[in-house]
């Protein structure tokens, strides 16, 4: 009798048997207390997280570490030609947005890139997206850079003009903060036509 119940195994039994291995997969973190399974979200978001700042640091310090050396190098100085006519290295100081446009908004500029970090970090909780957590990183450092000219350059605080200096032919000067907020936002668009969500989902109209 006890070694049918032994191999059958009575109700209590299973029971029993149910909660130790319910507890045992709570403590070693593969479910939760309740005995469902835990989610592995968790472990690959703080890695999507990582890579997002990972990004954004790369891509503020390139363009922290280029417009040093424009200012240090080539400010006041006659443009470098990269590729002949097509492309030269030309410092200037952009008191507007992205390219030169809006010179006589540059409170409101620095608002805006300072509200742009602000949803970042605050979407950056939920995202679980590395293509997603890529493209917003590349949106974080190029606003970073920016920003960093706003407030420390001159002629003052929140007013401060941008070192731009990629000059191609009939286009206008640029830096590469704006070439890293151009490159997230169309990453940005084509996952969005893609139907693929900051969480991780894949959505179809």
């Known amino acids: 009798m006890a070694e049918a119940e032994r191999i059958i195994g009575t109700p209590d039994s299973a029971g029993a ?3 130790a291995a319910s ?4 403590a070693d973190g593969t479910a939760t207390p309740d005995g469902s399974a835990a989610p592995e979200e968790r472990p690959r978001g703080r890695r999507r997280i990582l890579a997002l700042f990972v990004v954004a640091v790369v891509a503020y310090l390139l363009d922290l570490g280029s417009k040093m050396l424009v200012v240090a190098k080539l400010e ?3 443009p470098i030609r990269v590729i002949g006519d097509v492309l030269r290295f030309d410092a200037i100081r952009n008191p507007g947005a992205a390219f030169g446009m809006g010179e006589a908004f540059t409170i409101i500029f620095t608002c805006i890139a ?3 970090i602000v949803v970042i970090i605050r979407l950056a909780r939920k ?3 590395l293509p997603w957590a890529i493209a917003l990183g590349l949106l974080l450092g190029g606003a970073l850079g920016n920003l960093t000219d706003r407030i420390f350059r001159s002629p003052g605080v929140f007013e401060g ?3 731009d200096f990629i000059a191609p032919a009939h286009f206008a000067v640029f830096n590469l903060a704006d070439s890293a907020i151009v490159c997230g936002g169309i990453l940005i668009v084509i996952l969005s036509f893609r139907g693929l969500d900051p969480d991780g989902t894949v ?3």
């Open 17 to 19: 048997d149910e909660s």
């Open 23 to 26: 507890d045992e997969a709570a």
């Open 76 to 78: 006041g100085r006659e």
């Open 114 to 116: 300072a509200a742009v």
């Open 127 to 129: 995202l679980y997206s």
């Open 161 to 163: 003009a941008v070192v």
């Open 203 to 205: 959505h179809k109209d």
